[in-house]
């Protein structure tokens, strides 16, 4: 007896793959109906992702508009606020004693 008439007798006559009832009628239809769940998901996903974007492009353009508008505001304090350097008080030869002077003037 041959090794292929041993597993002829061994196995079962037939096919022995079984389908269910109706399976190949209704593949074309849950096919189709998988891709269009796909395309769905798809399409939830890139809003999903457009919409997260926006947020974090308006949330940095916001936090930039506050730094420049603080900066802005911290040059215009710089710009009212006299500070007068001590080399500079040098060139107009303005002393101590001057300073003091027109303090206790401007205090009176």
Do not use: C, H
């Not at 096919?31 to 269009?36: A, C, E, P, Y």
């Not at 949330?59 to 500079?88: H, P, R, Y």
């Amino acid at each position: 007896m041959t090794e292929e008439q041993k597993l002829r007798k061994i196995a079962p006559a037939g096919n022995p793959f079984r389908v269910p009832e109706g399976y190949f009628e209704t593949l074309t239809q849950r096919t189709m109906d998988n891709i269009r769940r796909q395309e769905r998901r798809q399409r939830r996903t890139v809003w999903f992702r457009w919409s997260a974007a926006a947020a974090v492009a308006g949330i940095i353009a916001t936090a930039g508009f506050f730094a420049l508008e603080s900066n802005t505001q911290e040059m215009q304090f710089a710009e009212n606020e006299s500070i007068v350097t001590s080399e500079e008080l040098e060139y107009a030869m303005i002393d101590n004693k001057d300073i003091e002077y027109y303090l206790t003037e401007a205090g009176d």
